[in-house]
């Protein structure tokens, strides 16, 4: 059985920074991108960043870029986000997701509240 296990939510001030984790179990990943997307109340759930099957590629949303970092490890099955300089727009539920097409997400975590305050 397939299980994503998110960690790392909480409240901040903006400015601040949260690290959010995702531990993958239950079958080999190597061949799926893992990644985060992001729902905010009254909103559409959204993409956030996205790490590659094999090659290392990284992929980010517009809004995000230069203050959110994707990183991954293969051998732990594990998808972090190293979130800096954090807006109150940033306010939503993380979810962590794994893939094999972009448009059609294989398996999604349980979400990870961030908030953060003005």
């Known amino acids: 059985q397939v299980q994503l296990v998110e960690s790392g939510g909480g409240s901040v001030q903006a400015g601040g920074s949260l690290t959010l984790s995702c531990v993958a179990s239950g079958r080999p990943f190597i061949n799926f991108v893992m990644g985060w997307f992001r729902q905010a109340p009254g909103k559409e759930r959204e993409f956030v960043a996205a790490?590659?099957?094999?090659?290392?590629?990284?992929y980010y949303a517009d809004f995000v870029k230069g203050r959110f970092t994707i990183t991954r490890d293969n051998a732990k099955n594990t998808v972090s986000l190293q979130m800096n300089s954090l807006k109150p727009e940033d306010t939503a539920v993380y979810y962590c997701a794994v893939y094999r097409a972009a448009n059609d997400v294989d398996y999604w975590g349980q979400g990870t509240q961030v908030t953060v305050s003005s």
């Open positions: 790490f590659g099957r094999r090659d290392g590629s990284t």
